[in-house]
């Protein structure tokens, strides 16, 4: 059984496989509708850099940290 790291595996120059394509970390602004796959729509209240987002759900606030997962634009 193998365990998973959160670091990811460092790919070789001289090795034969392409590079795995990592997908860019979403952009967010203070006032951009999201929607999260567990709290629903929500606004964006608050950016702390590209750590996290402070995120006004109507009946929650929550900080979602990067690289933000299950989290979209609207």
Do not use: N, W
């Not at 120059?13 to 392409?18: A, G, L, Q």
């Not at 590079?19 to 952009?27: F, G, M, R």
């Not at 929500?42 to 606030?61: H, I, K, P």
Request: hydrophobic share 35%; proline share 12%; aromatic share 6%.
């Amino acid at each position: 059984m193998m365990s998973q790291s959160a670091v990811p595996r460092r790919h070789l120059p001289t090795s034969p496989f392409k590079a795995p394509v990592i997908p860019p970390c979403p952009q967010f602004a203070e006032g951009d509708r999201v929607v999260h796959d567990a709290y629903g729509l929500g606004r964006v209240t608050r950016v702390e850099g590209t750590a996290a987002v402070l995120v006004d759900f109507g009946s929650r606030q929550e900080r979602i940290p990067s690289p933000f997962e299950g989290m979209s634009h609207l």
